[in-house]
């Protein structure tokens, strides 16, 4: 069985070309999860509690073997490459292919013990490297809702759509306003046309993006991760998309149109996030962004 490695900063590391394999000694890969959940109130929105749920958590010992052509100096090569992926302060998901061709995947690994490499002897320049992961949730999630039990979401922000600048006049527009590109000068805090946000959630958050037509093709880009989401189609007048990045839905009104979605599914990282809503056409000149942070 093959593994990659997807880092939540969007970087993969492909153990491909490695030999690759999985420690006989795991009992499960997908074993069965235990699940516990603690509630307490707090003061904020009607109806409001903060609850902390997570999964007990599981280890899996990756392990394999580092061989790439190209002589002493590619083995060298993919041994920084394997090291240097795997930092502490890093989350994993680790995608499995079978024999098949068949994908699975465990999210949200974390490095239960340092990533190693060894050589196995002194006559052999080839490598066998190491590595654990222990996968679960233990993280408190803010959460409130309302008198019809509602989600109500902790925080949101409306993202402008996105207009290059008109090239005689040498602006670019924003609904804060205008900035003039030949001078630098941006009005109310807007960036190059593109408006931040600031993060802070411990860890990145996958937000509910929300337009309500009309709007033609409508994306979202996160320029900070260089990530975008496209709908591919019209939201008319009076409809409303409403695309889950966390459970990576999509649903025009109650229709699900998910298949129409193309691009990644934006996610915001802590810290700054420079954000842009594009349409192909309409008069939906702003979009929303809404989420819970993840607090400790």
């Not at 990756?62 to 920084?80: K, V």
């Not at 039990?149 to 996105?162: F, T």
């Not at 991760?225 to 990576?248: E, F, H, I, K, S």
């Amino acid at each position: 069985m093959r593994v990659e490695f997807r880092r939540d900063d969007g970087r993969r590391l492909k153990i491909g070309g490695w030999s690759t394999f999985i420690d006989g000694a795991t009992d499960d890969l997908f074993p069965v999860k235990a699940l516990r959940s603690s509630t307490f109130n707090y003061a904020g929105a009607d109806g409001g509690q903060m609850v902390k749920q997570f999964y007990e958590p599981w280890t899996i010992k990756f392990s394999g073997y580092i061989h790439r052509a190209g002589g002493a100096l590619a083995d060298m090569q993919a041994r920084q490459e394997f090291l240097s992926f795997f930092e502490r302060s890093r989350y994993f998901t680790a995608v499995f292919t079978d024999c098949y061709g068949r994908q699975s995947q465990i999210r949200e690994g974390w490095l239960s013990t340092a990533p190693q490499t060894t050589l196995r002897s002194k006559l052999e320049r080839g490598q066998t490297w190491e590595v654990e992961l222990t996968f679960g949730d233990p993280y408190l999630y803010e959460y409130a809702e309302d008198d019809d039990g509602n989600i109500i979401y902790a925080h949101s922000i409306d993202v402008p759509v996105y207009k290059q600048a008109v090239s005689s006049a040498g602006y670019i527009y924003t609904s804060a306003g205008y900035i003039y590109g030949a001078k630098g000068y941006a009005s109310m805090g807007a960036v190059d046309a593109t408006p931040s946000v600031y993060i802070d959630s411990i860890i990145p958050v996958q937000p509910v993006w929300t337009v309500t037509g009309l709007a033609v093709n409508p994306s979202l880009r996160n320029v900070s991760t260089n990530t975008q989401m496209t709908y591919n189609g019209t939201v008319a007048r009076g409809q409303t998309l409403t695309v889950d990045t966390l459970n990576r839905t999509a649903f025009l009104g109650t229709a699900n149109v998910t298949s129409n979605m193309t691009g990644s599914w934006v996610g915001l990282v802590s810290g700054v996030n420079r954000l842009r809503y594009i349409i192909s056409s309409g008069t939906a000149t702003k979009s929303t962004l809404s989420w819970n942070g993840v607090i400790g």
